[in-house]
């Protein structure tokens, strides 16, 4: 069976919450020579998708979800961050500060696009989740980052961001790094009107975003 036999059967694997099938397949995807890279994009990325419809068709509900996210994470975490990692450049691109804004506890997209970032050779510090604005003070001032990243998969709690950006200038560190937000229901013209540097609509745009931001495109 090739990669692309492979990867398909793992993203339904994913999209039908079947984590040890998914965990196997993965495996087995490796063993034939796919990338770990290629596994994320082509069969985790889109099974995690295909979830995401399910749920706004009210096929899904929030157990499934929570479910889907072990299920990724898991795989994530055990067999190809250690690969991913393994395999990135060592470009010096800079450093990303990213996290979830307060009172958002979704990191699935957070994780990816650390990962993606990682994989450019960037260094990236994540903070998590539900990430209040003095954390990312704090962590701004303490790592020094290039690029500060904000996510947020609720329209409630997208409205942080702001309050993130307000409390970086009260601080004076805004014109020390460049900002970049991203997630579902956050769009370019708020981010634009909220004072941030970029947006990015996805893990592959905002690696693309980081890399312009600090002109090492």
């Given at each position: 069976?090739?990669?692309?036999?492979?990867?398909n059967r793992v993203r339904r694997a994913v999209a039908e919450l079947d984590g040890e099938l998914t965990r196997r397949l993965v495996e087995e995807a490796l063993r034939a020579g796919c990338s770990p890279l290629a596994v994320?994009?082509?069969?985790?990325?889109p099974g995690m998708w295909e979830?995401?419809?399910?749920?706004?068709?009210g096929e899904y509900f929030l157990p499934e979800l929570i479910v889907a996210a072990d299920i990724f994470n898991g795989v994530m975490g055990d067999l190809l961050l250690p690969l991913l990692e393994a395999s990135r450049q060592s470009s010096g691109r800079g450093r990303v500060v990213i996290g979830t804004?307060?009172?958002?506890?979704?990191?699935?997209g957070k994780n990816l696009v650390a990962v993606m970032l990682r994989v450019s050779g960037f260094e990236v510090v994540d903070l998590g989740v539900d990430?209040?604005?003095e954390k990312f003070v704090e962590a701004v001032r303490a790592y020094k980052p290039d690029i500060l990243g904000m996510s947020a998969l609720l329209t409630t709690t997208m409205l942080e961001m702001r309050n993130v950006i307000d409390a970086l200038k009260a601080a004076g560190l805004r014109d020390k790094v460049k900002v970049i937000a991203g997630g579902a229901p956050v769009t370019e013209e708020f981010a634009r009107e909220i004072g941030a540097d970029a947006y990015a609509r996805d893990a592959v745009e905002a690696v693309e975003k980081c890399k312009k931001l600090l002109g090492k495109d």
């Open positions: 069976m090739d990669c692309k036999d492979l990867l994320v994009e082509e069969g985790l990325r979830v995401g419809e399910r749920f706004e068709r804004v307060r009172g958002d506890k979704h990191d699935i990430v209040p604005p």
